[in-house]
């Protein structure tokens, strides 16, 4: 539970740190996804066993990865509706200490996936706001905090399901994401008429000017 804690913690001052890097944070995530894939097909044990190789302050995590481990093998058991006989599977299963495999529990496949989904569609919105407030310091710093402390949640979610009042507060933090992206997403970008975005020299004379010139040629035209 600890080492929970400390790891969500550090996960969002590393995030913070990322402030100069947030031009190039789509290659990041690409590395990471490379890294983990990469480390999917050279390790003997399932990937989710990297777990149970973080000790930071004392604990250990075998106890997670053993329960990923436990929902996949089990998916038949809960990907219906949810199951309540997680207790059955092994050593310390009855704790569901994994956010993710909570929802699975709860609700089955369908819950995962829409839990999953908020996720993404946090993830996109901040980040959206974020290239649409560039060069407003204080606004784009703003939604990159949101972005980190959603960093942070996702962490904390590999070693533990939210419960009781942490449940609240992480739908307080929802809203107030909601509350601080939607009317930036709701406006519409301002998009420059193709009419000024032409060259000075390009764009087409008044209509004013273009009949006086035609009378001025008309008359210079008679005998």
């Known amino acids: 539970m600890a080492s929970t804690a400390v790891s969500a913690y550090v996960a969002g001052i590393v995030a913070l740190c990322l402030w100069p890097m947030?031009?190039?944070?789509?290659?990041?995530?690409?590395?990471?996804?490379?890294?983990?894939?990469?480390?999917?097909?050279?390790?003997?044990?399932?990937?989710?066993?990297?777990?149970?190789?973080?000790?930071?302050?004392?604990?250990?995590?075998?106890?997670?990865?053993?329960?990923?481990?436990?929902?996949?093998?089990?998916?038949?058991?809960w990907?219906?509706?949810?199951?309540?006989?997680?207790?059955?599977?092994?050593?310390?299963?009855?704790?569901?200490?994994?956010?993710?495999?909570?929802?699975?529990?709860?609700?089955?496949v369908g819950t995962l996936l829409l839990f999953i989904v908020i996720l993404k569609r946090g993830f996109a919105a901040v980040g959206e706001c974020r290239k649409r407030v560039e060069g407003d310091g204080p606004r784009e710093w703003l939604f990159w905090c949101l972005g980190a402390a959603f960093f942070a949640h996702i962490i904390a979610f590999i070693g533990i399901d939210y419960f009781d009042q942490t449940r609240t507060l992480w739908f307080i933090f929802l809203a107030i994401v909601s509350g601080a992206a939607a009317p930036l997403?709701?406006?519409?970008?301002?998009?420059?008429?193709?009419?000024?975005?032409?060259?000075l020299t390009a764009r087409p004379a008044p209509y004013s000017t273009l009949k006086g010139l035609s009378l001025k040629s008309s008359r210079q035209s008679r005998p």
């Open 79 to 108: 990907w219906l509706v949810g199951s309540t006989s997680n207790a059955s599977w092994g050593s310390d299963t009855w704790d569901a200490c994994n956010q993710f495999v909570a929802e699975g529990l709860a609700g089955g």
């Open 185 to 199: 997403l709701a406006a519409k970008p301002v998009e420059e008429s193709p009419v000024a975005a032409l060259p």
């Open 22 to 77: 947030r031009k190039r944070m789509r290659s990041i995530r690409w590395g990471i996804v490379v890294v983990i894939a990469a480390l999917a097909l050279a390790m003997k044990a399932p990937v989710w066993y990297l777990v149970a190789r973080i000790d930071l302050v004392g604990g250990h995590g075998w106890d997670r990865a053993y329960l990923v481990d436990q929902f996949v093998r089990h998916f038949f058991d």
